[in-house]
């Protein structure tokens, strides 16, 4: 099993910039890919960004490429999603997810963290 707790949500300003985090733990987090989604009211969830172990595979959904940078820090199991030039349309809670595969599709992650509300206020 593998548990991961993001922070680093609030409340900020269109232009402004945020990172968030995601820690894991659980003993099966090694090789695992990592991926960002959002879902914002009355929407589905949609692919946000993902980073393969290693690091040296990373994708991004075409609305947040060149604005959001993934990254991970293996030693201390955790993940971050830096978001800068924030817009009101990314205003949504987002979630981190674990997957053996690397995909953009929410159904191939085995798992979820409980989400941080992001709210960006034009």
């Known amino acids: 099993q593998v548990q991961l707790v993001e922070s680093g949500g609030g409340l900020v300003q269109a232009g402004d910039s945020l990172r968030l985090s995601c820690t894991a733990s659980?003993?099966?987090?090694?090789?695992?890919?990592m991926g960002w989604f959002r879902q914002a009211p009355g929407k589905e969830r949609e692919f946000v960004a993902l980073?393969?172990?290693?690091?040296?595979?990373?994708y991004y959904a075409d609305s947040v490429k060149g604005r959001f940078t993934i990254s991970r820090d293996n030693a201390v199991n955790t993940v971050f999603l830096q978001m800068n030039s924030l817009k009101p349309e990314d205003t949504a809670v987002y979630y981190c997810?674990?997957?053996?595969?690397?995909?953009?599709?929410?159904?191939?992650?085995?798992?979820w963290g409980q989400g941080t509300q992001v709210t960006v206020s034009s």
């Open positions: 997810a674990a997957s053996t595969r690397i995909s953009r599709t929410p159904v191939q992650y085995d798992y």
């Open positions: 659980g003993r099966t987090y090694s090789g695992l890919v």
């Open positions: 980073i393969s172990w290693s690091g040296g595979i990373t």
